[in-house]
């Protein structure tokens, strides 16, 4: 029974990765994908964040699956990892036949003790620098007018950076109160 369940899922993924439908939030995007998103990013707005505070591919993909269906998923900031950790961190898994693997994996959505606001901070900032790096994206219909200092940048991307800057920089404030 549960082999047969375990057949089952394996046709239907090949069977959406074939209509380019992905079924797990958790599975990775394609690296051209992933590219593509920090191209994007950096075409726009010319920085790249360092590895200690550029999101792990993980966040990135599941970031822009929530952006693509325009939904809304509460997540603690404490399982946010940066690019960093997960180049540092290693699988522990070994590949018994094709599509079946034996071990253990990380768990990367395990929270990290935080000592203290700094750290929150720290993490809040990677999570909305992935935001921003999902949503540098051009907004279509693209606006009639030239963006400027007078316009509003969340009508030319989903999520603007400066957005995101402007509410990790409050955030900092506040906590310093």
Same mark, same amino acid.
């Given at each position: 029974?549960?082999?047969?369940?375990?057949?089952?899922?394996?046709?239907?993924?090949?069977?959406?990765?074939?209509? %380019?439908?992905?079924?797990?939030?958790?599975?990775?995007?394609?690296?051209?994908?992933?590219?593509?998103?920090?191209?994007?990013?950096?075409?726009?707005?010319?920085?790249?964040?360092?590895?200690?505070?550029?999101?792990?591919?993980?966040?990135?993909?599941?970031?822009?699956?929530?952006?693509?269906?325009?939904?809304?998923?509460?997540?603690?900031?404490?399982?946010?990892?940066?690019?960093?950790?997960?180049?540092?961190?290693?699988?522990?898994?070994?590949?018994?036949?094709?599509?079946?693997?034996?071990?253990?994996?990380?768990?990367?959505?395990?929270?990290?003790?935080?000592?203290?606001?700094?750290?929150?901070?720290?993490?809040?900032?990677?999570?909305?620098?992935?935001?921003?790096?999902? %949503?540098?994206?051009?907004?279509?219909?693209?606006?009639?007018?030239?963006?400027?200092?007078?316009?509003?940048?969340?009508?030319?991307?989903?999520?603007?950076?400066?957005?995101?800057?402007?509410?990790?920089?409050?955030?900092?404030?506040?906590?310093?109160?």
């Amino acid at each position: 029974m549960a082999w047969t369940a375990i057949v089952a899922g394996e046709k239907a993924k090949e069977t959406a990765s074939i209509e %380019g439908v992905t079924l797990d939030e958790e599975d990775l995007l394609p690296a051209t994908s992933l590219a593509n998103i920090k191209s994007v990013f950096f075409k726009r707005y010319h920085w790249m964040p360092p590895p200690e505070q550029q999101p792990s591919d993980k966040l990135l993909s599941k970031l822009s699956r929530s952006l693509q269906k325009k939904s809304l998923e509460v997540m603690s900031v404490h399982t946010v990892k940066t690019l960093f950790n997960q180049r540092a961190t290693t699988a522990k898994r070994m590949k018994v036949a094709q599509n079946l693997w034996v071990g253990s994996v990380p768990d990367e959505d395990v929270p990290v003790h935080v000592e203290d606001w700094t750290t929150y901070s720290e993490q809040l900032l990677v999570y909305l620098i992935g935001l921003a790096m999902v %949503g540098a994206s051009p907004l279509s219909p693209a606006p009639t007018t030239a963006e400027s200092l007078a316009t509003d940048t969340t009508d030319y991307v989903f999520f603007p950076w400066d957005l995101a800057w402007r509410y990790h920089a409050r955030a900092v404030q506040c906590a310093k109160k």
